[in-house]
C-alpha cells in the first residue's frame, strides 16, 4: 500500500509510519469511535442540524403559527425555570417565562406584533436561571454579543440583528506557496496606551501585515473573554466577537480587508476549556456542574482554573461544531487555530508528560471523546471549506494529527512545532552562542513527524509573555534602551542584531512547511507583553507595539523588519516553505559552520563568534555558479557589510562530502547567506 493510501477500517496511518503497526486494533477502535459519534449527531450529517445549532438556539428570528417575531432557545435541562428579561420587558422576571421540552430545551416566542418596537437591535437581554440552588441572571449561551457596563463591570448579552447585513467586498484569496502567518492582538496592535480596535487594525496593522509580505494573519482574543489579561484564553460567550474591540460588523471589515490585501485570516478558537465565572459564562448554568461540562474534578483544569467540556455529550458536541461553522460562514474566516489540543487529548491534559512512546497515543490516559471531536471537527471545517486551514497547538506529537481522517488521522493541515521556540529560548537562557550545539539545533529544527505539515516560529505569544523575555531582549536585555542608534558601536547590539537574524533565518528554512511571527517580533519589539493588572497599576503600557521604533531612521529596528521582508520573500520566489528536499551538507562543530539545502538554495551559517572565512570551501548540488541573494550581514539589514554586493561563486570541479562540486565563498562572522544557482537569473 502507497504511503498516505486511506483504508475504511482507519488504519492507513500504518502505510507512512510502520512504528503503528502495533496499534493498529487501536486505530480501529478510535476510527470505530468516531464513526459512532458521527452517527449519534442529528441525521449522522455534519452539515445538517449538527452544526447549525446558533440558528436554532439562542435569539433568531422565525416564524409561529404564520406569525413572524424572534425565537429564543436555550439547552438547559437541570434547570426548574427559566425567563427571557431585558432593556423589552423592563427587566421584569418571569414576565417572558420559557416552556420546556422533554429534552431540556426551553423556549419562548416574542412576536413582532408585540415586541417589534421593544426587542430591537442593540436590545440588553439576558435569561433568569432557577435551580435548586437559587435563582440568577445569566447570558443566554448561544449569544452573539456580549458588552460590559463601564460603571459596573458587568456583562450583558445583545441581541444583535443589523438591518442590513453586512456586504461582503472581497473574496478569500488563494494562497499560493507555504503559508507566512502574522499572530495579532487587536487589542495590543497599536502605540496607544489603550485597547485598540478593529478599525485601528484595519487602517493601521493590516498594511504594515501585508507590505512586509506575510500571506496570513492569526487572530487572538476574538471570542468574548472577561478578563482582558487571559489573552482571550478564558472565553465566556462563545458566539461573541469581543467588545472590547469593537462591533461583529468592524471584524467583518477586517476581514473583508485584509482578503483585498491577500491576506488569509485564522482565528484562535477555544474549545479546550471555558471560564469558571458563572455571571457571564457557561459555568453552573443550568445549576449543574455537569451541563457543558465534566462532573467534579474531571471538570476543572486546575493549572488553568477553567471548566473542561464533555466531548462525549452530543449536546456539547452540537454547541462547539456550531460555533466552529458560525465563525467560518458569519465571518469568512479561511481557517482555526485549536488550542490546547493536547490538554483536550489527554486526561492528565499533558502536564510533565515527556511523550517519548508511541504507547502515550493510545493508552488509558487519552481522551477518545474528545480525540474524535476534533476528528468532526475538521471534517465540517473541510466539508464547509476545502480552502480552510485547521491549525492544531499539541505539543504532544500525537501520530496522525495531520493527516487525513479517513486515514485514521486528526485532519488537521497543521501542527504548531512547539519544541522549536522552547529550544531558542532554552540556549539563549543556558548556553552562550560560541557553544551553540550545532548537531543538536539541526536536528531540533527537523525534528517534526513526516508526512505532517508543521508550522515553524522561533518564538510566539508564548515566549513573549510577562515573567520570560522576547529572543530580542534575551539577545540585547537593557541595551535596547540605550544602544539601538546606528551611531551607536555596542558589542552587545551588534551581537544581538546579528543572532536575531540568524535565529529567524534557519527557523524559517528548516522548522516547517509554514512560519509563523508573532506581532512586532519580526523588528525586535523590546521587552514583554504584560497586559493591564492589579500588579502594574492597570498599565497598558506592555500591551501594545510601538512601531514608532521602524519609524526612526537613526534607529536599527527598521533594518530587521527588512531584513524580515527579505527573508519572506524567499518562499514565493523559490517556493522554499512547500518543497521537501532538506539535505544537510556540512557541519563543523569546531569552525561553527553549517550548510545545508532546502530545495534548491544553498544556506551557510558561520556561528563563530569572531572567526570570518576567506576562500571557505563548501559543497553544493549542482554543477553551476551561484550568486548570494540573502546576506544577513549587509548593511541594510543592520549588519557590518563585509561581503562586496553583488556577489556571485563560481563552481569548481572539486569533489566534496559526497557532492561532485564545491564553492569557495567568504563567510564572515555571525552571518548566514543564501545561495542560488545561477539559473535563477
Known sequence: MA????????????????????????????????QWML????????????????????????VRDGEAGVWYREWAPGALALSLVGDFNGWVRGANPLVRDEWGVWSTFLPDATYAGRLVHGSRVKVNVATATGASDRIPAYIRRSVQDPDTNAFSGQYWEPPEPYAWQNAAPIVRGGLKIYEAHVGMAQEEGKVGAFREFTDKTLPRIAEVGYNAIQLMAIMEHPYYGSFGYLVSNFFAVSSRFGTPEELKELIDTAHGMGLKVIMDIVHSHSVKNTEEGLNRFDGTDHQYFHVGGRGQHTAWDSMLFDYGKPEVIRFLLSNVRYWLEEFHFDGLRF??????????????????????????????DAVGYLKLANELAHKLNPEAVTIAEDVSGMA???????????????????????????????????????AELYSTLLNRRPNEKHI?????????????KTIAFWLMDKQMYSSMSKFAHDPVIDRGIALHKMIRLITFALAGEAYLNFIGNEFGHPEWVDFPRPDNGFSHHYARRQWSLIEQPHLRYHQLRDFDRAMLALDPLFGLLTDPLIEQLALHEDS????????????AFNFHVTQSYVGLRIPVPEQTDYRVILDTDAEEFGGHGLLAAPQNYPWQDVPMYGQAQSLQIYLPARSAQVLAPKRFG
Open 3 to 34: 504511503s498516505g493510501e486511506s483504508t475504511s477500517d482507519g488504519t492507513g496511518l500504518i502505510a507512512g509510519d510502520p512504528w503503528l503497526e502495533p496499534y493498529r486494533a487501536r486505530l480501529v477502535d478510535r476510527n470505530e469511535h468516531f
Open 39 to 62: 452517527a449519534t449527531l442529528p441525521g449522522g450529517d455534519l452539515l445538517g442540524s449538527a452544526s447549525l445549532g446558533h440558528r436554532y438556539f439562542g435569539l433568531n428570528r422565525g
Open 339 to 368: 488550542d490546547g489540543v493536547t490538554s483536550m487529548m489527554y486526561l492528565d491534559h499533558g502536564l510533565g508528560r515527556s511523550f517519548t512512546s508511541y504507547d502515550d497515543y493510545f493508552g488509558e490516559n487519552v481522551d477518545e
Open 400 to 438: 496522525g494529527a495531520c493527516r487525513p481522517v479517513e486515514e485514521g488521522g486528526l485532519g488537521f493541515d497543521y501542527r504548531l512545532s512547539m519544541g522549536v521556540p522552547d529550544f531558542w529560548i532554552k540556549l539563549l537562557k543556558e548556553r552562550k552562542d560560541e557553544d551553540w550545539p550545532l
Open 456 to 468: 515553524g516560529y522561533a518564538e510566539s505569544h508564548d515566549q513573549a509573555l510577562v515573567g520570560d
Open 592 to 603: 561553527r559552520q553549517l550548510v545545508f539545502r532546502r530545495g534548491p538554495l544553498v544556506f
